[in-house]
């Protein structure tokens, strides 16, 4: 005799191995399109940014459950996700895992000028910009010696008058870019 409540709550063991196989591919895959598309699609997020993030998880939600849309199969999704975490987050802390995983800092500007080239590879409206400067209380660009898109996809913004350690800006995309007078010696 079928058992309804226990349709609704548990799943056979190849239903969860489905589960755990679907919901490491996708995450797998956001991992990898986070990767390509850089750490703009997590910046601050704008309304169309809000709608495609609730689109992912929608998507990310159907295609790890497939057809197993039960307690136990949610269970095991998010389970898969946490275990999934813990693992990315051993993997950061070490070199490798870290350029792996992480996206690398890139300068949007140096010196005061607006690098029209680094915003469009950072995926960065001049827009989104000047609302971040604002943010953090600059009134002109030639107050800005850095500014940078962080793995975070937050914009961090380093002001003119102490130098800028050059120790910060290894491992930068763009750091090229930033003029020696701006530069202090690191220790």
């Excluded at 057809?67 to 987050?89: C, F, H, I, K, N």
């Amino acid at each position: 005799m079928p058992d309804p409540l226990g349709d609704l709550l548990w799943l056979t063991p190849t239903e969860a191995l489905a589960v755990v196989l679907a919901t490491t591919g996708m995450y797998l895959a956001m991992m990898l399109l986070v990767r390509v598309i850089g750490q703009r699609m997590l910046g601050a997020m704008s309304n169309y940014d809000l709608v495609a993030i609730i689109a992912f998880g929608a998507i990310l939600g159907r295609a790890a459950l497939g057809d197993v849309a039960v307690l136990g199969g949610g269970l095991v999704a998010m389970l898969t996700l946490v275990a999934l975490q813990s693992v990315a987050g051993a993997l950061i802390v070490r070199p490798l895992g870290a350029r792996a995983i992480t996206t690398r800092p890139i300068v949007l500007m140096a010196d005061g000028r607006v690098l029209e080239d680094q915003l469009r590879r950072a995926h960065v409206a001049g827009t989104e910009l000047a609302s971040q400067l604002r943010l953090a209380g600059v009134h002109r660009h030639d107050d800005v010696a850095v500014a940078l898109l962080e793995p975070t996809g937050a914009i961090s913004v380093l002001r003119r008058g102490t130098p800028v350690d050059a120790e910060l800006l290894e491992d930068v995309i763009g750091a090229h870019l930033v003029p020696e007078h701006l530069l202090g010696q690191h220790g």
